[in-house]
């Protein structure tokens, strides 16, 4: 009877075959709800340890009105300003992290440590748009590149890289910081 056995041979990896893409599709479905999990979706259930959050507006270029509220985490000191989003991969549920000067600055930023890719805009004391860049990750080595803004600024926004436009940030748009998060 060699037919017999040739078909239970296909039939037995069929079910192996099935075994695996579920076992797959089980393993799949849980990372994706751990990663999903990560940040919580009221960012003031969590956070970043050492930096306060703080209300933000933008009025996209030609617009009236605020396009929404959102949330960032805030680096108003010196010591917050410098270690901004080292170590980190995300922002906890913020939409940014929000860096505000008491003066006028043109410090440039800079990205040692920072393993994630990131957008940043700066803004005047007005709250009228300077410019925006993208900055690539670097190790934590000496040499990293610094992204100056081209004018003075109040206050800077990082975000991940792309986030910019999703918050109506560009050319002729403006911000307001301040406030709590939730109203």
Request: net charge neutral.
């Amino acid at each position: 009877m060699p037919g017999r056995h040739s078909i239970k041979g296909p039939r037995r990896a069929r079910r192996w075959l099935g075994w695996a893409v579920a076992l797959l599709a089980v393993l799949a479905l849980t990372g994706f709800l751990l990663v999903g999990a990560d940040g919580p979706a009221d960012p003031v259930l969590g956070g970043i340890p050492g930096y306060g959050e703080t209300a933000f507006r933008v009025t996209p270029a030609g617009a009236a009105s605020p396009a929404g509220r959102y949330c960032a985490l805030l680096a108003d000191t010196e010591a917050q300003r410098a270690r901004g989003m080292m170590g980190r991969r995300d922002l906890a549920g913020f939409d940014g992290m929000l860096f505000r000067f008491d003066a006028d600055t043109t410090s440039a930023f800079y990205m040692r440590n920072v393993p994630v890719p990131l957008s940043i805009a700066w803004f005047d004391a007005e709250g009228r748009f300077v410019s925006a860049t993208d900055m690539a990750p670097c190790p934590d080595q000496e040499g990293c590149p610094t992204y100056p803004p081209p004018a003075p600024y109040r206050v800077a926004l990082e975000v991940l890289q792309g986030g910019l436009g999703r918050l109506g940030i560009g050319p002729g748009s403006t911000m307001s910081v301040g406030g709590p998060c939730t109203e």
